[in-house]
């Protein structure tokens, strides 16, 4: 399988993988055996339901507070240090 997939192994690492490898296709041919004739489809075994607030509208905070507690503002946005370089 390594040939077929293009990765080089050394004999060590062949008689270290091929072990665990017989080990995953054994398990792989035990779920393939299963009649699952009567299952249905699922991506989860357990049925999912999420927990969500009420969306209420409440009041923001003043933008002129929040920019107060800022190391550094302008124009009314957060300054925030050029990542990329050089503006265009």
């Known amino acids: 399988m390594a040939r077929?997939?293009?990765?080089?192994?050394?004999?060590?690492?062949l008689?270290?993988?091929?072990?665990?490898l017989a080990s995953v296709l054994e398990h792989a041919a035990q779920v393939?055996?299963?009649?699952?004739?009567?299952?249905?489809?699922t991506a989860?075994?357990?049925p999912l339901r999420n927990v969500l607030r009420?969306?209420?509208?409440?009041?923001s905070l003043d933008p002129q507070v929040v920019l107060a507690e800022a190391p550094a503002a302008e124009e009314g946005r957060f300054r925030v240090p050029r990542?990329?370089?050089?503006?265009?």
């Open 44 to 46: 989860h075994p357990f």
């Open 83 to 88: 990542i990329l370089g050089e503006a265009p």
């Open 4 to 13: 077929l997939a293009r990765i080089a192994l050394t004999e060590d690492e």
């Open 15 to 20: 008689d270290r993988y091929a072990p665990q």
């Open 32 to 41: 393939a055996a299963l009649d699952t004739a009567g299952a249905a489809p």
């Open 54 to 59: 009420p969306d209420e509208p409440r009041p």
